[in-house]
């Protein structure tokens, strides 16, 4: 299994995880400005993806690849994000 490929973002995350507590708001902040959509995979429903990204939660996703992990740069995000569109 893959994360899903019909939203261009994809938070991966786990259970428990506090980083992941402090990504999302400003990921949903960000991206509902640029309008498009994302969501959200946990770890603890997709073990498959165990091995991927274990160890990198919060995992941030644009189109299937890895933007950034552990942390969140709004500015960054702001930026691929609209060179995406």
Do not use: F
Not at 12 to 26: E, F, K, N, Q
Not at 64 to 76: E, I, K, N, Q, S
Request: charged share 25%; with cysteine.
């Amino acid at each position: 299994m893959s994360p899903p490929e019909d939203t261009p973002v994809v938070l991966v995350t786990r259970a428990g995880c506090h980083l992941c507590d402090v990504v999302r708001p400003v990921l949903g902040q960000v991206v509902a400005e640029t309008g498009l959509t994302w969501s959200e995979v946990s770890l603890n429903e997709h073990p498959e993806l165990e091995s991927r990204y274990g160890e990198m939660v919060p995992v941030i996703l644009i189109d299937g690849a890895v933007h950034d992990y552990w942390r969140l740069d709004p500015v960054r995000l702001r930026a691929a994000l609209r060179q995406r569109t």
